[in-house]
């Protein structure tokens, strides 16, 4: 938890997959929401995480709670990532990520990015056949791109009249808070 937490969540807009803005608070204000930052397209701890939120999507509807995902890649890029993924979730595109900046998460060290203990989470992925996104990563390193690798992503529980319940900021890249625990928080939220 972060000392974000209990404050009002900013309301940013960003871009839908179509191209059109889009506020946070038009999603919060329909549901409570698990709001959840990916650092970049690349990044196989956030695909990971992200294919996790899509297999309980389910469990957070019967819930009552929508899950919105932000990205920091321009729309179309976004649209392409989250139609890859079958993501049956909002995802929006953060090109300038002020809403990164907004909700105060971390950037990285490049130091902290190669630490063993990335390289050893990497390898653990890899040992279960789920490291994709090796074009991605390569594109994100494109001086033409504006995605940084050093962003580090979080996931926050927003409440109807949007105020953050729980806050989980990023301190390494494969930091996530887990399914059960979001479901049980997002769910006491109903």
């Not at 972060?2 to 807009?13: K, M, Q, Y």
């Not at 919060?28 to 930052?37: E, G, K, Y």
């Not at 105060?104 to 060290?109: K, Q, R, V, Y």
């Not at 594109?139 to 504006?146: C, R």
Request: charged share 20%.
């Amino acid at each position: 938890m972060n000392a974000i937490a209990e404050h009002r969540a900013p309301d940013i807009s960003m871009f839908n997959v179509d191209g059109t803005r889009v506020t946070l608070q038009s999603y919060w204000s329909q549901r409570p929401i698990v709001l959840t930052f990916l650092r970049h397209f690349g990044c196989a701890f956030c695909r990971e995480f992200i294919i996790k939120l899509r297999t309980a999507y389910d469990d957070f509807v019967e819930r009552g709670v929508e899950v919105v995902a932000v990205a920091q890649g321009n729309w179309p890029q976004t649209a392409h990532f989250g139609n890859i993924l079958r993501l049956p979730f909002p995802i929006l595109a953060d090109p300038t990520r002020e809403s990164f900046q907004a909700f105060e998460l971390l950037e990285a060290s490049y130091a902290k990015l190669w630490h063993h203990s990335v390289v050893r989470e990497g390898f653990a992925l890899a040992g279960r056949g789920e490291l994709p996104g090796v074009g991605y990563t390569v594109q994100a390193i494109l001086p033409s791109n504006p995605m940084s690798l050093r962003q580090l992503g979080g996931t926050f529980v927003i409440d109807r009249q949007g105020y953050i319940q729980f806050a989980h900021v990023d301190n390494q890249v494969y930091d996530h808070p887990s399914i059960p625990d979001l479901l049980d928080i997002a769910g006491a939220l109903k």
